[in-house]
């Protein structure tokens, strides 16, 4: 019976002679090409000298079993284009799956013709056995190569992006065309300009920046947008929609994790730096402690932004307002006051809104103006920032599950 180790090393020694190796090598690349689903076509010389490197390395493990993996380099090469090309890595893993079908059917033909004292089966086995190993290891250095190479030339071109913009938003010395440009031909020169700005609680949130992001754009509408990363724990984006949005809501957004802030801006390159000095400048009360909503938009919290510039002077301004008001204890009494000065319904209709009695209503206002000392409308538009500044910054953090616009 023909021993299979001493068939294997006159197999190896037979299919190394040249023609056999291009004869072999051609109707691999052939394979791996034949329907056009595989767009290398230009690259079949690198394919060619991929797949004889990867032959005569596979051949040489039949004679050193023990030698250690080592992808070959024109596969290497390979791996680098791809990436450089944008090519994903199903297509990658394509090229992949079709040398090894090609491979397998070689191998069986093989088996097949192969003396017939020799055991078929433990040949069989043993093409399959080596041929999985040798393509899964060779996979598996290929996709890490290729991701590496996606994620050199994403931070590459993210700092660049970055670096434009930063030009832009910093002294407006960058033209429009230049900008839009850097930003994949995002239009800048348009009537109006949305810019969100991301920001992660905590480092492990880093992650969720970007499917936040994608939230709010899905919930804005169907508009063209772009994403610049400075890197930390913030991500910018800017929207092509021309308008302000409606009112956004239910975007899935964890406020644990990761808090969005929205501005508005007009035309042109003005309107584009500005839009995103808004969403920026939100920051501030986004980030306040009382705070919890996912989505802040600084046309809604302006007033509080300004006054929160000066950070002393406004909690002067909130506790002379106030006054008792203010105290810990008198919470409900301050939703109450904001209800009713913010509502066009009479006391009683709100009461029966929100499923209290009439009374309860006129008792709490009639608490609340003693510790004023003074009538609610008196200076309302005074005690409605003096209440929004005290609950976003002077008061504990509160869970809710609101979002707002």
């Known amino acids: 019976m023909t021993d299979l180790a001493a068939w294997l090393t006159a197999f190896a020694d037979e299919q190394r002679r040249p023609d056999e190796v291009a ?32 032959w005569y390395a596979f051949l040489d493990r039949i004679t050193l079993p023990d030698a250690e993996f080592e992808l070959v380099p024109t596969a290497r090469a390979i791996a680098l284009e791809a990436a450089r090309r944008h090519l994903g890595l199903p297509l990658l893993l394509k090229v992949y799956q079709r040398a090894q079908e090609a491979s397998w059917d070689f191998a069986v033909q093989v088996v097949r013709q192969a003396p017939s004292d020799l055991d078929h089966e433990a040949l069989l ?15 598996e250095q290929s996709v890490l190569i290729h991701q590496a190479e996606t994620n050199r030339i994403r931070q590459r071109g993210d700092a660049r992006r970055f670096e434009v913009v930063s030009e832009a938003l910093r002294d407006r010395s960058v033209a429009p065309s230049e900008l839009s440009a850097a930003l994949d031909g995002h239009p ?8 969100l700005v991301a920001h992660a609680l905590t480092a492990d949130s880093i992650e969720q920046l970007e499917p936040a992001l994608s939230a709010v754009t899905r919930r804005i509408g169907p508009a063209r947008s772009v994403l610049v990363r400075p890197g930390g724990r913030e991500m910018w ?24 802030t929205l501005g508005v801006g007009g035309s042109g390159l003005d309107g ?26 600084y046309d809604d919290v302006a007033a509080l932004v300004l006054v929160a510039h000066d950070p002393a002077a406004a909690e002067r301004f909130t506790r002379a307002t106030l006054r008792g ?15 009713v000065l913010t509502s066009a319904e009479t006391a009683d209709r709100i009461a029966e809104r929100l499923g209290i009695h009439k009374n309860t209503i006129r008792y709490r206002l009639t608490q609340a103006e003693g510790l004023l000392g003074r009538p609610l409308r008196e200076r309302a538009g005074d005690l409605l920032l003096a209440l929004d500044y005290h609950d976003t910054f ?4 509160t869970v809710n599950n609101h979002s707002f616009s």
């Open 23 to 54: 004869r072999w090598v051609a109707s691999t690349v052939d394979a791996i090409l034949a329907d056009g689903e595989i767009d290398l076509a230009d690259l079949r010389p690198l394919l060619l000298k991929a797949v004889e490197e990867h």
């Open 125 to 139: 086995v043993w093409f399959w056995t080596k041929a999985t190993t040798w393509f899964g290891s060779s996979v």
């Open 188 to 195: 800048v020169n348009i009537a109006g300009h949305i810019a």
């Open 237 to 260: 984006a800017w929207l092509a929609l021309g308008e302000r949005p409606d009112t956004v809501t239910d975007t899935g957004i964890d406020p644990a994790a990761v808090r969005v």
């Open 272 to 297: 584009f730096v500005a839009a995103h000095l808004d969403a920026q400048a939100a920051q501030r009360v986004a980030l306040a402690p009382g705070r919890r909503e996912p989505l802040t938009a």
């Open 325 to 339: 008001l203010a105290d810990p204890p008198h919470g409900r009494l301050r939703e109450t006051v904001r209800e």
């Open 394 to 397: 002077l008061t504990e953090p």
